[in-house]
């Protein structure tokens, strides 16, 4: 029984040990990002000297060279990955407004991301008003044949994580403009995907089916969503008009960029961390996704500043075209795959630069039971939530190959304010938030690289 | 067997049945406020039609006729607690300027509260800079006498919750004076208590010594205090200038505003809730502590809009004086021993609208145990951490009453950016995270009244 005991101690007490020591990096890594992190001086750079970085622009290209720069002063190797992205432009600002004989009031309205444009002649039309694709459907076409659909379903307030609220209302954005043209509506307004009632509209992505005709799509903001409805509701003869000036160029040679730290051990053997380098064109890219990227480096500058070396090789990759074609996330998978590397986890950031709650996954049980057991290393750092599916949009190619995906989850109760709107600036970016992010990818990736997720 | 199995099965469904309910309520309590929720509205109100608040104010007694008319829409009964409180003003607006022969440099400067003024022709002297009192002390009156001290110690970045670097860096602010003023100097210039470097200063409460001179103290921002430093460094003939029209004038009539839903089985039983009405007189007391405020009275208006009838009184107290006296808590406390009320618990919201992160406590361990048992229950919202020690000032005076006192507890990375500052207006505070901590109040009070923390 004693020797029994004593080895039963003995174990223990080597948890305890690797346990408290684990507890220690972690406090390292936290301490020297929030003493001496730079990642909230780097998206100053990124985000007011470059500003917004929509794909194919010139700030996109200057956001490439700006990344790889950085990251040559930090990383063991740096590289870029050709790839062709498409070149959607805004042109003039957009013209919305409610229209009878007896009035004209101004709305503010964006273009949705690779619509057509209506061009100088504007779309007039009577409008009908729907909640979701069964009322389009239901109402058919003869009552919206010539019509403008306005889709007016609010993000669902009682979802406390704010990304389910936006996936239970994005479809009418990214889908409603065909929906529509399907029944031989002549454009769309769709409500913006805004948490709050706001007077700014939210661009986004927006696909065209291509059998049907491709009609104009905008987003109008909240706000004047809200009025708009009460006074369609007074008097359905209004009229709505806009005018937008967008128009799909030309696909443009661009890059994802990617820095390494060599792994000591295991060089062939990747953790990959992510954030994507474009952005909407309205704003300056802050939280979506300047932060993402600038945190995704700091997880080598982290490790860098405290002479830790680590066994696995870790990978900092700024994706380019997240948010209209994944072109940058797909070409990496597919490169990926050509040159049979082994991703050991790809994480992603690109949630916005809010405080810590957790991560999310798209990854076995197994996995997910792992990185759970790190729990009570991570929980100090407001790291308690990690039941939630998810991972990025820009590493989810690599689900293919069997990689884990893990996104870094920040609250979520501000990025619906200031998501793809002129309102997504690094003024709206707390910088020990920004920074407690990048801490929490390292400790992360920390625990990974000694652990593995095996 | 069989029968006792069945037994432990019947107990065991009870309890998931009880479990069930309790989620259930809690969702609709979530709801309510997403949905329906006039907390944000009230803000609205409080901070951009009334303002700042500074006790002895005629804004601060707006703000109690207002509290009592919203109340009055929502209560049972509503009444008023008289009491006396400091009135300090400001005065015109204070200088602060680095000089020497060659140079004269503006800061951002402003008076401490409850500081004498420098009048007119302002205090100038010699610095000796200092990072705490045992610096000072080791210094002496040789080297301090007839200058003027600059308490320049930052709040520790490594803490994770601002709080605890607020408490290990404020002695400077309150007591500063004094302890220079022992030692002869004119007057003290005290770097702000700030997370990050920022241009404008913080106020906040100093305390006189009565045995020693009452000599002028400021806060400089963080960044004038990083900039000041380094000059200084490079030449030590540098003297400092500053002038405050600050003074304090003989008290002033003021109340604390209580408002209460009476208990359906326990009317004598008192849930407290309670933020407090006054607040510095820079910006417009929105997160401190107009947040707490409305959130109070917040969680009588979800009880109504839900229909739900509480057992015990759920009174919600909108303290007057927690920034430069406690005159309001202290009263309420002995009004509360006068009248030998029973409180069950007080609860109070002074930390900011932010997100949930949980509650902390000035408890015994069973009542910690209580309310950590309720974990499962608050967690989907964010609310995970019961483990720091905490309540607020407002109800500390409660606690020789044996009153069990929790803080609510939002995330803390954005409070000490705003903290006393114009910053902390209106539009620093998000809906979503203003109403959750409202809702997460409310929730507390529901288990609470239905099990008791005994």
Redesign the interface.
């Known amino acids: 029984m004693k020797i029994s005991f004593s080895a039963i101690f003995f174990i223990l007490s080597l948890v305890a040990a690797a346990q408290s020591e684990d507890a220690s990096v972690i406090k390292s890594i ?2 020297t990002e ?2 001496s992190g730079g990642c909230y001086q780097d998206l100053e750079f990124l985000t007011t000297k470059i500003g917004a970085r929509l794909s194919g622009s010139a700030s996109a290209a200057k956001a490439v060279e700006w990344s790889k720069n950085v990251l040559e002063t930090i990383a063991d190797d740096v590289f870029t990955q050709p790839v062709m992205v498409p070149h959607w432009v805004r042109g003039q600002k957009e013209i919305g407004k409610i229209t009878s004989k007896k009035i004209s009031i101004a709305v503010n309205v964006c273009a949705l991301g690779n619509s057509v444009g209506t061009g100088p002649s504007g779309v007039l039309g009577s409008v009908i008003e729907v909640k979701n694709f069964d009322e389009l459907k239901a109402l058919g076409t003869k009552a919206v044949k010539g019509k403008i659909v306005f889709f007016n379903r609010p993000m669902d ?2 979802f ?1 994580h ?1 990304f389910q609220a936006y996936g239970s209302a994005v479809d009418q954005r990214v889908f409603g403009a065909s929906e529509a043209a399907k029944l031989g509506a002549i454009g769309v307004v769709v409500r913006s995907m805004g ?2 009632l706001e007077t700014y509209p939210h661009t986004g992505v927006m696909k065209y089916d291509s059998t049907v005709a491709k009609i104009p799509a905008i987003a109008i903001s909240t706000a004047h969503a809200e009025e708009f409805s009460k006074m369609l509701k007074a008097d359905k003869d209004l009229k709505f008009y806009f005018e937008t000036h967008c128009e799909m160029l030309p696909d443009v040679q661009s890059y994802n960029v990617v820095g390494e730290i060599k792994g000591s051990e295991y060089p062939d053997q990747i953790i990959l961390v992510s954030g994507h380098l474009d952005s909407w064109d309205l704003g300056q890219g802050a939280h979506d996704d300047g932060a993402g990227c600038v945190q995704a480096i700091e997880v080598l500058r982290i490790f860098k500043l405290m002479g830790f070396k680590p066994k696995h090789t870790i990978r900092a990759v700024m994706y380019m075209n997240e948010e209209n074609g994944l072109r940058g996330g797909n070409e990496y998978a597919r490169l990926a795959k050509e040159k049979n590397e082994k991703h050991i986890a790809a994480i992603e950031s690109d949630e916005g630069g809010f ?1 810590p ?1 957790g991560f999310n996954m798209e990854a076995s049980d197994d996995v997910r039971a792992k990185i759970k057991s790190w729990r009570t290393l991570l ?4 790291l ?1 939530d990690f039941d939630l599916e998810g991972g990025g949009a820009d590493i989810g190619p690599l689900a293919s190959q069997d990689v884990p995906l893990i996104g870094y989850m920040p ?1 979520s ?2 990025y619906f ?1 200031y998501h793809h709107t002129v309102e997504d600036t690094f003024d709206k970016v ?4 920004l920074e ?1 992010g990048a801490a929490s990818m390292t400790a992360l990736v920390y625990l990974i690289d000694k652990y593995g997720l095996k």
């Open positions: 936290f301490d929030l003493k307030p009682t406390i704010t948490s709050n405080a709650r929980e100090p750092y407001g308690t609250d109760q501000r304010s707390n910088k020990r938030e407690l």
